[in-house]
């Protein structure tokens, strides 16, 4: 696996959107849809509700393929691998941690995260789900949902995201 990536001095030259997009973590998510049109939600681990539930999402490594890594942080917080890609995001869309935040990813010098969104269609059986299937558990519970109701479900810092996202669906 390779080493995550670190945020960076801005380019010389670099516009100031680009500049500013440097200091977002490179991450990508994936909107899981079901044959029946319904989306996969995660319940998050050791996080009290109600604004708890998400789409599988993660950071992209060093020189990692962006549908590659969504697969794979699909593959480690579900246990999915039985998909068909339908389309991606085009660009990044941005979301800021908030004021306080604790996370690690805040700690080595992140503003916030940029992403690339997928969506794929689940073409496996629902035993294949396996929120356990790495060392790191992302999510206690899941559920098929409407897509519409992701954003009212998601932690409030990135539900500009998920609207941006979910009203593009």
């Known amino acids: 696996m390779n080493a995550p990536v670190r945020p960076k001095r801005p380019e010389k030259g670099a516009t100031p959107i680009d500049?500013?997009?440097q200091l977002y973590r490179p991450n990508v998510g994936v909107v899981l849809f079901n044959a029946?049109?319904?989306?996969?939600?995660g319940r998050r681990?050791?996080?009290p509700g109600p604004f708890n539930w998400q789409f599988p999402q993660g950071g992209v490594d060093d020189g990692e393929d962006l549908l590659t890594a969504a697969r794979r942080e699909l593959q480690e917080e579900t246990g999915v691998v039985s998909t068909d890609y339908l389309g991606r995001t085009e660009g990044w869309i941005t979301y800021d941690f908030p004021e306080g935040y604790k996370g690690s990813k805040i700690a080595k010098g992140w503003r916030g995260q940029k992403q690339v969104w997928f969506a794929l269609r689940f073409v496996g059986p629902e035993s294949e789900i396996n929120l356990f299937a790495h060392r790191h558990v992302e999510f206690d519970d899941w559920r098929w949902a409407e897509i519409d109701e992701a954003p009212d479900l998601v932690v409030e810092f990135k539900r500009p995201a998920y609207v941006k996202r979910c009203m593009k669906s």
């Open 19 to 21: 500049a500013d997009l």
């Open 36 to 41: 029946d049109g319904r989306v996969w939600l």
């Open 45 to 47: 681990v050791h996080t």
